[in-house]
């Protein structure tokens, strides 16, 4: 039984800390023991394998520790990167023999927000050459025992220890071994090959920059070159390597990391080259060994920093984010979405001002509290969803049907309160004339709810990055970011309610204020109507019909409501008990029916191929029909939407639909492809994490030719923005 000792996958587990693991494996037991060539634990299977069936005595043979690794965890190279331990092997042998070092494949980069970690998933073979004696004789057992100690991270990181065994016979000499596991040739097909290069190496400032001479690539190729340093803290992992490609060489500019190299000392590594082939990715390291020379006068341009608009989560730093999710949250009470409830919040506003100061700054605190509270619990549901293994992002919600037809009766009931014709409280609305006491600061407590809510379909400037970075961190950094956006959604009122000479400026109460109160109904009545029209893009017709005899439910319960709460306690109790029932029938009736109607709509639409022209200018994005259009060299442009996402669809409206658009794409060749996230979809989430997104819009031009970059436009467009963007082509 494996006894699991949880690590933190961002420690600095470097030198001391891979000591004190290994401490830790002979002192917890952490290990699975076994008489045999193979061991498991939860998340790896390894087996020990050799080159032969049966040796020589004196032979040279090659053995290999096989990792099958299940998905998303993974272990770590002879440099983890950032974090991490390097697996290691300790051998016992009979006398006379004697095992090599380690012989690493290519390794893979991992990245995890700020954290760049060099290791393998999936599969993995470790070889080591091992002289058998020349003491033992034909008949004997030559014996190997492997001692295995590796480090497996998702989330979390385990260490673990597996004890594998193999034992080969010893036959005569000219007799043949046999052919061994085909895992070893697989595995020295993955080993780095000696340099064919002459590399140099000079000590710029920013950190060494490597030339290699020749030919190494075509001026234009797109093949990816990655230098994996074997020391940790000669380079900084996580930093880009920018490169320029000469006729007579290769420059590759890299960032000195936390133990920098000095002149005349020797950087070592592989050097990997990744090219994609039509049978897939194809890579080749070279080993190289280079002492660092004098600088000289070359500067190399990182050209991946130039894509305008480029907004990578990855890239960003904890700090950064933070301040981005900030600047979204405040931008944020701007964005259609949050227009709603903003009439919630203007008429709390006008009844605040005959208020004490004391009380109007409690009310303020009260909405922000709503509204963090409401940021935490989306948090911790999606911390909960991607332990899962789920593929969520910003605004994932209303991605179900039936949370979207919830939100619509909310509102719907909302307004029917603001109409007068439901009353119930300031606990609910926020609205009644007794702001001073609990339940007026429960109603700022829900409008902060409410805010929240609505805000979540739109994603505002600065918020991009920022939840890209967060839906990559751990629980504790996720929250952060979460809050710091949630910070943002209500400063403005908050800093309204803590500054008087702003509230001076506020209109006297009045009778007035009932008619602006009732008028300010319509909004909530406006955004049910616009979440109906998304269930039905969700479900169909028959799920808008039960949504709409929902909503006439609530105007029955709500009728029944005002007419009996004044009433003796025997009729208020039956009318209490008439609406109890009839909410399990809404909530039972809502959620079965709109199960059934969403999965006949779903059925249908995998039935219909994506990427067909319809009659408007635009076809449905499919990874198939982008991958055709940019194997013929076309210019592409990307539309990633959903119906839930107001900011989507003014922007479709105002700038996309245009004439004058659509007139340049189609003179440009462009082809313009939508993705619809109303319902979740794979390859959309895979694109909006490809660009460092978590949710909708996103909006990418690509030019004319394969290996054209992309262009990511704003997330508030102008026809303006999107034509100037198409006359650059």
């Known amino acids: 039984m494996i006894k699991r000792i949880l690590v933190d996958r961002h420690m600095a587990c470097h030198g001391w800390i891979a000591s004190v693991l290994l401490v830790l494996f002979s002192i917890s037991g952490n290990s699975v023991a076994a008489d045999a060539d193979e061991a498991s634990t939860e998340q790896v299977k390894a087996k020990l394998v050799a080159s032969v069936q049966a040796v020589h005595a004196g032979d040279e043979i090659t053995v290999g520790i096989n990792q099958r690794i299940i998905p998303h965890w993974h272990t770590y190279w002879i440099n983890p990167g950032d974090s991490g331990m390097a697996t290691s092997i300790a051998w016992t042998l009979p006398a006379g023999s004697e095992a090599g070092d380690i012989q690493w494949p290519i390794p893979h980069r991992f990245n995890v927000g700020p954290i760049t970690n060099y290791g393998y998933s999936d599969d993995v073979t470790l070889l080591t050459s091992i002289r058998v004696p020349t003491t033992l004789k034909v008949g004997d057992h030559f014996p190997v025992r492997a001692l295995v100690n590796w480090l497996v991270c998702d989330d979390v990181c385990i260490p673990q220890e597996v004890t594998l065994t193999l034992s080969l016979p010893v036959i005569p000499a000219g007799v043949d071994g046999g052919n061994g596991n085909e895992l070893i040739a697989q595995a020295k097909q993955k080993l780095p090959i000696t340099s064919p290069w002459q590399v140099d190496a000079y000590g710029q400032e920013q950190g060494p920059l490597l030339k290699i001479p020749g030919k190494v690539l075509e001026s234009e190729s797109k093949a990816e070159v990655w230098f994996f340093p074997e020391e940790w803290g000669r380079v900084s992992h996580k930093s880009r390597q920018p490169r320029r490609i000469d006729p007579d060489a290769l420059w590759l500019q890299l960032t000195a990391g936390d133990n920098p190299l000095l002149a005349g000392e020797s950087l070592k590594g592989v050097l990997v080259i990744s090219k994609q082939t039509s049978s897939g990715t194809l890579a080749q390291g070279y080993q190289l ?182 839906l990559t961190q751990p629980a504790v950094v996720l929250l952060s970011v979460f809050l710091s956006l949630g910070l943002g959604l209500a400063l403005p009122y908050l800093l309204l309610s803590h500054w008087p000479s702003l509230q001076r400026f506020l209109p006297k109460p009045g009778i007035w204020m009932e008619r602006f109160k009732q008028l300010l109904a319509f909004p909530m009545y406006a955004a049910a109507i616009w979440l109906i029209w998304v269930l039905a893009q969700q479900a169909g017709a028959n799920a808008v019909a039960l949504a709409l005899a929902g909503l006439l439910l609530i105007t029955l319960l709500a009728w029944v409501y005002e007419i009996t709460r004044h009433s003796s306690n025997k009729k208020r109790y039956a009318a209490n008990a008439f609406s109890f029932l009839g909410v399990l029938v809404l909530l039972y009736g809502s959620y079965s029916g709109i199960q059934l109607f969403a999965g006949a709509i779903g059925a249908a639409d995998s039935k219909t191929s994506a990427g067909i022209a319809t009659e408007k200018n635009w076809e449905v994005y499919s990874q198939q029909r982008f991958n055709d259009l940019r194997n013929q060299g076309k210019p592409v442009f990307i539309n990633l939407t959903a119906a839930w996402c107001i900011t989507c669809l003014v922007n479709e409206q105002v700038a996309l639909s245009q004439q004058s658009v659509a007139n340049a794409f189609s003179k440009s060749g462009v082809t313009y492809l939508k993705g619809d996230w109303t319902n979740q979809d794979q390859q959309i989430t895979q694109l909006l994490k490809q660009f460092g997104r978590s949710g909708v819009p996103l909006y990418i031009l690509y030019p004319a030719g394969k290996d054209a970059k992309p262009q990511v436009l704003p997330q508030i467009l102008t026809p303006e923005i999107v034509l100037n963007a198409v006359q650059k082509l």
């Not at 009766?409 to 014709?421: E, P």
């Not at 609910?428 to 007026?440: E, H, I, N, P, R």
Request: net charge neutral; glycine share 14%.
């Open 289 to 470: 060994d280079v002492k660092l020379g004098p600088g000289i006068a070359e500067k190399i341009v990182d050209q991946e920093m130039l894509v305008e608009g480029a907004d990578a989560g990855e890239d960003i730093s904890f700090y950064s984010a933070l301040l981005f999710a900030l600047l979204g949250g405040i931008i944020l009470n701007l964005m259609p979405c949050v227009f709603p409830v903003l009439s919630i919040k203007a008429l709390s506003l006008l009844h605040h001002s005959k208020q004490s100061q004391s009380q109007t700054r409690r009310h303020g605190w009260a909405y922000t509290a709503g509204v963090l509270a409401s940021f935490i619990a989306l948090g911790v549901v999606l911390i909960v969803l991607k332990t899962a293994g789920g593929q969520v992002g910003w605004g994932f919600q209303f991605q179900s049907p039936i949370f979207v037809v919830l939100v619509a009766y909310l509102m719907f009931t909302v307004g029917l309160s603001l109409s007068g014709v439901l009353t119930i409280g300031s606990s609910f609305t926020g609205v009644g004339s007794s702001l001073a006491d609990k339940s007026g600061y429960s109603g700022s407590f829900f409008t902060g709810v409410l805010a929240t809510v609505v805000a979540t379909p739109c994603t505002a400037p600065f918020m991009g990055g920022a939840l890209g970075y967060a």
